[in-house]
């Protein structure tokens, strides 16, 4: 089956310590987003990238980091420099270049709780 | 900057109802409009996808309508069932290689 894979579901994390959240795609994506989602705020964009070793910050980049060293891999670090990384992580791949069919799809999220 | 509004935060319906849901956005350059579903706890799930040169897309019970003049989407949902009680997002691109800005979403809920 073709989709995104989050892991794990649930992290809990002691303050001072960093994590690091997986996204896997085999929809032979190139493009590949990190949202965080909070309880009433819409989606904000934390990190984005549209092809292999390459990455852009979104809206709130600090305290985090991503690599892409495959195209089916985005994995997003949560450091001890974000002061309050406690919330709900999206990862998302889209088409690139798809004259307007780059529908972004999601994957199953990873809740993260700093203790 | 890009803004976009979903406006009531939330919804209740009785079953059978057919209801529409809003979203306008402050920019009417977008280079599309995609429609989510949130389930509780869950990741996005994509339900239709409007580029800048259509009007309306349908999926089954969903018809999404764009105008792009006004700033406006809407999302119209027939016949309405408890299955689809959920949170609906909508979601604007403004260029070909630009990010998503999301609305805050709508929390439906149709009663048996």
């Known amino acids: ?115 | 900057k890009q803004e976009v509004t979903q406006i009531p935060a939330a919804l209740s319906v009785p079953e059978g109802e057919n209801l529409v849901l809003n979203c306008s956005f402050t920019d009417s350059a977008i280079y599309n409009l995609q429609w989510f579903r949130q389930d509780p706890g869950k990741g996005l799930t994509s339900l239709l996808l409007i580029q800048s040169s259509q009007r309306e897309q349908t999926s089954g019970r969903l018809n999404a309508s764009l105008d792009k003049s006004s700033g406006r989407s809407t999302l119209y949902i027939a016949a309405s069932q408890p299955g689809d009680s959920a949170t609906y997002l909508c979601a604007v691109r403004d260029g070909a290689n630009s990010k998503l800005t999301f609305g805050k979403g709508i929390t439906l809920s149709v009663r048996p």
């Open chain 1, 1 to 115: 089956d073709g989709g995104i894979t989050q892991s794990p579901k649930y992290l809990f994390r002691k303050e001072g310590q960093n994590v690091t959240l997986s996204c896997e795609q085999n929809l032979n994506h190139d493009a590949m987003y990190w949202y965080r989602q909070d309880p009433g705020q819409g989606l904000r964009l934390i990190y984005y990238s549209q092809i292999v070793n390459d990455f852009q910050k979104g809206d709130i980049a600090e305290g985090y980091s991503v690599s892409r060293e495959k195209k089916e891999s985005f994995p997003l670090t949560v450091t001890s420099a974000q002061k309050n990384p406690t919330a709900f992580y999206l990862c998302a791949s889209s088409p690139r270049g798809a004259g307007g069919r780059d529908e972004q799809f999601f994957g199953p999220g990873t809740r993260l709780t700093v203790l």
